[in-house]
């Protein structure tokens, strides 16, 4: 059955393979250092499992040094030039989509087939998994499809993706690291304490207050946290469930989903959510890297007084 | 109280610009600590919870494909493609992007979009086509806020999409939550009471786009072309 370990050992040999062509980049200062860190991801993908825990955790602090001292080396510049690539857009036309919209569409029908040909019996891919191995099949088929149709050379996907990678830089890992921070702060307990404050803050007798304390605590923790998945149990069993619907008899349904919501505009506000705010940013080559924070700020904001407003006057209906 | 240092060190940490890694490092190390956890464990459970993550990481596998179609030419294609169809502003050419991707996100294909798939190879060099289409060479500081709303508008279309459909992860997790206190939602509920905020987020995100691009337009029509224009 194809699942997790199967696209985790595609990811790695595709970062092994940054990690060699490094090796052979002498054009650029400190391209080494970039090596060693695609080696050092390339080996969590590939080994994880068998370095145990805290082989692991010496392997993200190794990570960590080489990103946080002296910074890794800028991306290099794309391959051709402007007037070579203008010249193979008019030429290749229509078919520069094909590849394009082929990623997308592949994945969303690969999840839906992979999970159909579980449900009936034939569990090629591990249906838990279906998304992530459709994603990278995807990312395969698109490759197949985009080199003969684009007349590229074979060398073409390794060497543009490691253009690719190094112009994210030290933010590819970034989601994932931010990912294990959250799993630490479970394990002390953290968000225990912010529920325990959240509860203690407001005035227990108060429909308003419980509605606007929960809402905008959704969104408060969410930007502390990065995600609101990891805000809604601490905040709905702190003052949503007990206050809301419990003493003042409001409906959980709509509670849960305006207050999950309410944590997405968080989502929109803080780097802590680095996959939607600090990742993009990265792979746009913006110079500042809040930028598609402040560009989301008002939508975010007006957004929170909607949800305030729709849970006070929708809850007790 | 003192668990929430790991908290404070990441504020201060972003505030002050510092690069991330080491100061999210910091903190989980400030937060284990303050919970009793000794150094090697600190490290341990970090590490463990890293290697738990590596799903996050596995959509750098399309980046590939996506820089060999950039080397042939995607996003010139996209470009011109947007250029000869002078109605697609760039504030119309995001709002329709919203629409398809809060769309799709609603019917639970919350695939068909996402940064390094959509955004950086059609989404942003079209939004980008359309103002150079109407107003030339970009000043950077256009050129970079442009980018910036491709990657907020495919961000705000599928936040507030991907609720109303009823088996996406958040729906599942509100519903399973509440269970455990007792308390039973129908999934479909929990979808229904998403679409007021979908279709909130349609209009105030739609309206901003539309005033980014009267701003864009005040900014960079250039008087001299227009002389009524001119203010």
């Known amino acids: ?257 305006i207050g999950m919501l309410s944590g997405f505009c968080g989502t929109l506000m803080t780097p802590m959510a680095a996959n939607f705010n600090l990742v993009p940013a990265a792979l746009l080559e913006l110079s500042d890297r809040n930028a598609v924070i402040k560009a989301q700020l008002p939508t975010a904001l007006l957004m929170l007084a909607f949800n305030t407003v729709a849970l006070y006057v929708l809850v007790w209906r | 109280m003192i668990k929430l240092l790991g908290i404070a060190v990441i504020v201060a940490g972003f505030a002050l610009r510092l690069n991330p890694l080491p100061v999210i490092a910091a903190a989980a190390l400030v937060t284990g600590l303050a919970a009793g956890l000794d150094v090697v464990a600190v490290i341990s459970a970090f590490g463990k919870a890293f290697n738990e993550s590596r799903y996050v990481s596995v959509v750098w596998l399309v980046l590939p494909v996506i820089g060999v179609l950039e080397r042939a030419g995607l996003r010139e294609r996209a470009g011109a493609l947007v250029s000869r169809l002078k109605v697609l502003t760039t504030g119309r050419l995001l709002g329709l992007y919203f629409v398809l991707r809060q769309a799709s996100a609603a019917m639970g294909l919350t695939s068909l979009g996402g940064h390094p798939q959509m955004v950086r190879p059609l989404v942003a060099p079209m939004a980008l086509a359309a103002a150079e289409a109407r107003f030339g060479q970009l000043p950077a500081a256009w050129h970079e806020r442009i980018r910036a709303h491709a990657a907020a508008t495919d961000n705000v279309a599928l936040f507030f999409g991907e609720d109303v459909f009823i088996a996406i992860g958040s729906i599942l997790l509100i519903k399973g939550f509440l269970e455990q206190n007792g308390v039973i939602v129908e999934p479909l509920h929990l979808s229904l009471w998403a679409i007021p905020s979908a279709i909130a987020a349609l209009l105030i995100h739609g309206i901003r786009l539309a005033l980014f691009e009267r701003r864009l337009s005040r900014a960079l029509r250039s008087p001299p072309a227009e002389p009524g224009e001119s203010a």
């Open chain 1, 1 to 257: 059955m194809i699942g997790k370990a199967e696209v985790y050992a595609l990811a790695g040999l595709m970062f092994a393979a940054y990690a060699l062509l490094g090796l052979f980049d002498r054009g650029r200062p400190r391209s080494w250092k970039n090596s060693l860190f695609w080696a050092l991801l390339a080996t969590s993908f590939l080994a994880g499992d068998r370095l145990g825990d805290l082989g692991n955790g010496l392997l993200v602090v190794a990570l960590v040094l080489l990103a946080g001292i002296g910074g890794l080396a800028p991306a290099a510049q794309p391959i051709g030039s402007d007037s070579r690539r203008q010249a193979s857009s008019q030429r290749l036309g229509w078919r520069l989509f094909v590849p394009a919209l082929a990623l997308p569409l592949v994945t969303v029908l690969g999840t839906m087939l992979f999970k159909r040909l579980a449900a009936a019996g034939y569990a090629i891919v591990d249906p838990a998994q279906a998304t992530l191995v459709a994603l990278a099949a995807a990312s395969l088929i698109a490759i197949l499809v985009a080199l003969p149709l684009l007349r590229q050379p074979w060398s073409a996907p390794l060497h543009e993706g490691r253009r690719l990678i190094d112009s994210v830089g030290w933010a590819a890992v970034l989601p994932q690291m931010l990912a294990a921070l959250g799993a630490v702060f479970a394990v002390a307990g953290v968000g225990q304490v912010v529920g325990d404050l959240a509860a203690q803050a407001m005035p227990a007798d108060s429909r308003v207050a419980a509605v606007v304390v929960y809402t905008v605590g959704m969104a408060a923790f969410t930007m502390v946290m990065g995600n609101a998945f990891a805000a809604f149990p601490v905040m709905t069993a702190g003052i949503g469930l007990p206050l809301i619907v419990q003493r003042f008899g409001g409906d959980a349904a709509i509670m849960g989903a």
